[in-house]
C-alpha cells in the first residue's frame, strides 16, 4: 500500500514539474485567463513585451524621458490587470500567478540594465521599481 501511495505521489509531482515547465507550450489560450473575451495572458505578456521595446529604444539621454512616460503608463496599466485579476476565477489566478514567477527573473535583469547607468535609475529605477512590485503582487 505504502508502495502505491509513494507512486501516486510521484506521479503528482511530476505533473506539477510539467505545468511549470511546459507553461507556454499549450495548443492556446488558457480559458481560465479569459475575462469577458480579453485573453489575461496576452495583455501580461503585452505589457512585459512593451517593456523590453521601451528600454531597447533609450539611445540618447532624450529617449530616458519618453522611456519614462511609456513606462509610466506600463505601471498604470499594471494597475488595471491586478484590478481584474480579482474578478478572475481561482484557477485563472493561479495561472496568472505562475506568468508572474515566470516574469520576475526577466523584469529583474531589466531592473539591472536601467541601474546600470545613473542617469537611468535616476529616471526610470522608481518606475521599474513599481512596476516589479505590481508583479510580484499578482503571486
Known sequence: MSGGRFS????????????????????????A??????DIE??????ITRVH???????TLGDVDKAQ???EQVSMNFDD?????AKLPEDGQTALSLLAV??????????GQVKSSPAMEEKLGGVMGDIVGKVRSLI
Open 81 to 85: 490587470l491586478i484590478f481584474n485579476s
Open 69 to 71: 512616460g511609456e513606462l
Open 8 to 31: 501516486s505521489v510521484c506521479v503528482l509531482v511530476l505533473i506539477v514539474v510539467s505545468m511549470l515547465t511546459m507553461g507556454g507550450c499549450s495548443s492556446g489560450p488558457n480559458p
Open 33 to 38: 485567463l479569459n475575462l469577458g473575451g480579453i
Open 102 to 111: 515566470k516574469a520576475l527573473p526577466e523584469l529583474d535583469g531589466l531592473v
Open 42 to 47: 496576452e495583455v501580461f505578456n503585452g505589457q
Open 53 to 59: 521595446q521601451i528600454l531597447g529604444g533609450i539611445n
